[in-house]
Each structure stands twice: as structure tokens, then as C-alpha cells.
């Protein structure tokens, strides 16, 4: 009986270490918005098309991505990063949520994913 145990122990300790390495969730920028308590200061994956860039600003660049869902106040997912894309690519980024990050001189964010990873496609 020991050793169905020390078996099955070992089998649910494996499933738990497959699972911290499984690849996360790809989420909309919507729910990013509408989990976003939640979500700071956790990583996350959006893919979308990149709307605007502004590189090499403070040591990084700034891209804004859409996806289509959200409304008004939450369609548009501010990300920096080291790397970099061009408007109208089609694009995946991981990176960590970050609320009310202020960068000073009136650059203000209430929700920004930083030191995100950038990978073509969507």
C-alpha cells in the first residue's frame, strides 16, 4: 500500500509541474481590462495589431495593440518593451501588468503591460 502512495504522490507532483510550465492563456484586451485587480503584477498574453509605436523613449518603446473587443475606455492595451513592430503587424505579447504606473512629465497609465516580449503573428 505504501508504494501505490508514494506513486500516486509522485504522479500528482509531476501533473503540478507540468502545469506550472503549460503555456498560459492567451487573454483579449478586454478581459485584461475587466480582470486587471486581479492580473497586476502578473504576466499575460494578448495578441492584436499594433496601432501606434513610439520607440526608444526612457530606454524603451511603447506600442499600443488592438484586438477588436472592449469598448471605449478598453479596447486599447498600452505595452513596453525592448523590442519593437510597425503599425498594422499582427502580433503576440507577454509581458506584466502594471496599474497605475506613472512615468512622470504627465505620462500617466492605468493599465500597461511592460518588459513585454514581442513575436510576430497572430
Same mark, same amino acid.
Given at each position: 500500500?505504501?508504494?501505490?502512495?508514494?506513486?500516486?504522490?509522485?504522479?500528482?507532483?509531476?501533473?503540478?509541474?507540468?502545469?506550472?510550465?503549460?503555456?498560459?492563456?492567451?487573454?483579449?484586451?478586454?478581459? @485584461?481590462?475587466?480582470?486587471?485587480?486581479?492580473?497586476? #503584477?502578473?504576466? &499575460? /498574453? %494578448?495578441? !492584436? $495589431? =499594433?496601432?501606434?509605436?513610439?520607440?526608444?523613449?526612457?530606454?524603451?518603446?511603447?506600442?499600443?495593440?488592438?484586438?477588436?473587443?472592449?469598448?471605449?475606455?478598453?479596447?486599447?492595451?498600452? @505595452?513596453?518593451?525592448?523590442?519593437?513592430?510597425?503599425? #498594422?503587424?499582427? &502580433? /503576440? %505579447?507577454? !509581458? $506584466? =501588468?502594471?496599474?497605475?504606473?506613472?512615468?512622470?512629465?504627465?505620462?500617466?497609465?492605468?493599465?500597461?503591460?511592460?518588459?513585454?516580449?514581442?513575436?510576430?503573428?497572430?
Amino acid at each position: 500500500m505504501k508504494t501505490y502512495t508514494a506513486i500516486a504522490l509522485a504522479a500528482a507532483l509531476a501533473l503540478g509541474t507540468l502545469n506550472t510550465f503549460a503555456a498560459e492563456a492567451v487573454k483579449t484586451i478586454e478581459a @485584461v481590462y475587466k480582470d486587471k485587480a486581479k492580473l497586476d #503584477g502578473k504576466q &499575460v /498574453t %494578448v495578441k !492584436g $495589431k =499594433v496601432v501606434k509605436v513610439n520607440n526608444a523613449i526612457m530606454g524603451r518603446n511603447f506600442l499600443h495593440i488592438q484586438d477588436g473587443t472592449g469598448g471605449k475606455d478598453n479596447n486599447d492595451l498600452s @505595452v513596453t518593451s525592448t523590442q519593437t513592430a510597425k503599425v #498594422g503587424d499582427a &502580433v /503576440t %505579447v507577454s !509581458g $506584466k =501588468v502594471t496599474l497605475n504606473k506613472d512615468f512622470g512629465a504627465g505620462y500617466m497609465y492605468p493599465l500597461i503591460v511592460e518588459e513585454a516580449t514581442i513575436t510576430a503573428g497572430k
